[in-house]
T-cell receptor
Framework: EPEVTQTPSHQVTQMGQEVILRCVPI?????FYWYRQILGQKVEFLVSFYNNEISEKSEIFDDQFSVERPDGSNFTLKIRSTKLEDSAMYFC?????????????????FGEGSRLTVL | DQQVKQNSPSLSVQEGRISILNCDYT??????FLWYKKYPAEGPTFLISISSIKDKNEDGRFTVFLNKSAKHLSLHIVPSQPGDSAVYFCAASAGAQKLVFGQGTRLTINP
């Protein structure tokens, strides 16, 4: 069964360092997402990406964050200068269709997450 | 941001009985609702969804009910099995790609 894969599974970094989290979405999917979950809190939307550009982003996704799809398979999240509060589990997700009403399912398939610890 | 709320942080159910997980939302623009299941150290796994044009969707042991007037949805699992023990997240979308998640309910199925 196709799946979303993420690397690394766990990264520890010093505050102020740059971090790149990598994701390989399901191959025929068209929409890509990053979500995060701070320990004990809800899963939060960061950004969605379609047709090689950001289609929506949350207020969390400030100038320190960027996403890229450098080739046909990888989808990356970069945090330029990490802060303590960036410590979280980061989930990549992909979908074939846009999540919307009607008969369109549009469910997101999530990777297993990358745990980022900022010291 | 409390647009999607799961008021029960945990639920314990006997194996074989029905599990009912509840979710409330405030945004009347939501038109698509999903339930995800999450095991520790894994990403959320899609379970079942429902469009706002329906009030019920069933898939095997899982049924989702939507009450638009009450802005409430529920997930029924029957019969409950030990492998169903996990954290269940309700999520909603307002015609965009972003899903808004609830805080999750930890379901424990007791043998």
């Amino acid at each position: 069964e196709p799946e979303v894969t993420q690397t690394p599974s766990h990264q520890v970094t010093q505050m102020g360092q740059e971090v790149i989290l990598r994701c390989v979405p399901i191959s025929n999917h068209l929409y890509f997402y990053w979500y995060r979950q701070i320990l004990g809190q809800k899963v939060e939307f960061l950004v969605s990406f379609y047709n090689n550009e950001i289609s929506e982003k949350s207020e969390i996704f400030d100038d320190q964050f960027s996403v890229e799809r450098p080739d046909g398979s990888n989808f990356t999240l970069k945090i330029r200068s990490t802060k303590l509060e960036d410590s979280a589990m980061y989930f990549c997700a992909s979908s074939l269709k846009r999540a919307s009403g009607g008969t369109n399912t549009g469910e997101l398939f999530f990777g297993e997450g990358s745990r980022l610890t900022v010291l | 941001d409390q647009q999607v709320k799961q008021n029960s942080p945990s639920l314990s159910v006997q194996e074989g009985r029905i599990s009912i997980l509840n979710c409330d939302y405030t945004n009347s623009m939501f038109d698509y609702f999903l339930w995800y299941k999450k095991y520790p150290a894994e990403g959320p796994t899609f379970l079942i969804s429902i469009s706002s044009i329906k009030d019920k969707n069933e898939d095997g042991r899982f049924t989702v009910f939507l009450n638009k007037s009450a802005k409430h949805l529920s997930l029924h699992i029957v019969p409950s099995q030990p492998g169903d023990s996990a954290v269940y997240f309700c999520a909603a979308s307002a015609g965009a790609q972003k899903l808004v998640f609830g805080q999750g309910t930890r379901l424990t199925i007791n043998p």
